[in-house]
DNA sequence: CAGTATCCGGTGCGATACTG
DNA sequence: CAGTATCGCACCGGATACTG
């Protein structure tokens, strides 16, 4: 037994789990290149065409154009055609349901990050609430209703597509 | 004007503020490479040693050897030392509180991905609440106690720490 | 305006070998 | 057992130039 101590005996060891295929690993692999963040906080921000999200993120535009196509091919993202009055058609970018989905991640991310990693000037970025105003957090509660203020009492188990481990 | 619609007229434009130093680009920063998330997953699931974490999650010895002294150096885990009796001392990584607190962010990826990326198998891991055995999510909230089921009541917003363009 | 083509540098990551 | 040293590849991302 290399594991030192479990609290809760009736869960399964990790080492007993294959943990290939793990849709956290998955979900990063999708969000976890620097430019994507960049992209999806542009969209969410409002920023939906192509030469104000280069303008205003910095980012390539090989990068960029890389970037969109990749989250329109994942289904995060949409292009929506549209005509300027008087000028020829153009396209935007805009948060497919799946996209808009991705709000509990970034929200809680922004969470960890205003009390972690901002310094004392305060968060760039805050989540609000579009009906009352009020700021927006993610938290935690299981399907018995109880809410979980201490990530303590939270521990990963082995979910219906897991394998066992020889 | 290059926004085209804006659902609360009250929300700032994200043009009009500076990105930089965004906290979730920033946590990203931390959390975003593959072997980090893969090294976090093998400590939250209580494989701790460095031999061990290196046979389950198959990431390379230097790799691993990097993103812990990382993780350990943000504050996310700490070294224990302990020795198993008749042995010279060893050392195990546990999370910190700070690491503790990625919960919710884990979790809301979890639950992401169990309903986008995995197939009809079903989701490899999933959380659960140690007291009564029911399975956790990351639901949004505001702070005057609205729960938010559709993301679309999300908005961003310039917070203490934003910096106006121009 | 909205991209694509091409080149190039930095580095994340894997594999192998070595150390206390 | 728990790492560090070194090598090499793949790939992300920046810069410049070109196209409809």
């Given at each position: 037994m290399t594991v030192t101590t479990r609290t809760a005996a009736t869960l399964p060891l990790a080492?007993?789990?294959?943990?290939?295929?793990?849709q956290v690993a998955r979900t990063m692999a999708i969000l976890g290149e620097r430019a994507t963040i960049e992209v999806l906080r542009e969209v969410f921000n409002g920023v939906r065409r192509f030469d104000d999200m280069h303008r205003h993120s910095g980012v390539a535009r090989q990068v960029l154009s890389n970037r969109l196509a990749m989250l329109v091919d994942e289904g995060i993202l949409r292009r929506v055609p549209y005509r300027p009055e008087g000028a020829r058609v153009r396209h935007e970018y805009r948060p497919t349901a799946k996209g808009l989905d991705l709000y509990p991640i970034l929200t809680a991310m922004a969470d960890w990050g205003a009390r972690?990693?901002?310094?004392?000037?305060?968060?760039p970025v805050e989540m609000a609430h579009r009906g009352c105003g009020s700021r927006v957090h993610a938290v935690l509660e299981c399907e018995s209703g109880h809410r979980l203020d201490?990530?303590?009492?939270v521990a990963p188990v082995p979910g219906p597509g897991a394998t066992r481990i020889s």
């Open positions: 080492l007993e789990w294959s943990t290939d295929n793990c972690y990693v901002v310094g004392p000037e305060g968060a201490d990530p303590r009492d």
